[in-house]
């Protein structure tokens, strides 16, 4: 169970390597960082799940996405301003029985999200 990310790349067709990302505790307009990290080959946390099923507490949460730097760092010529640029999910955690997987699809133009298993 636990925390979870995954991001694949769909302007390249593959997992977003190297994307950095930064998770937040969140509780209404405030925010506190918990850890960042580049995604591995795979485009996941490289040391595994975000919060393991004994962390993972009931509240709310923000995944923040650096779009913008990882499509630069691949070449991509981007507008100035990109039209994404960091891309931050909020979500929430009701049962911290379940496992709860946040993927994203990604390119410069549109991003997808949905609770994954």
Sequence with gaps: M????????TMHGCPAAGMQ???????????????????NTD??????PLYDNASLLK???????????????????LPEPSFLNQVALDFGVADITQHYHVPLLV?????????GS
């Design 43 to 48: 485009g996941r946390n490289p040391e595994g």
């Design 2 to 9: 636990g925390l979870s990310t995954h991001v694949l790349d």
């Design 107 to 115: 390119s410069p133009w549109s991003y997808s999200t949905y609770r």
């Design 59 to 77: 509240g709310t949460y923000r995944l923040v996405f650096d779009v913008a730097g990882y499509f630069k760092a691949k070449g991509v010529a």
């Design 21 to 39: 990302v930064s998770l937040y505790t969140t509780e209404g307009q405030f925010a506190t960082l918990v850890k960042t990290f580049q995604l």
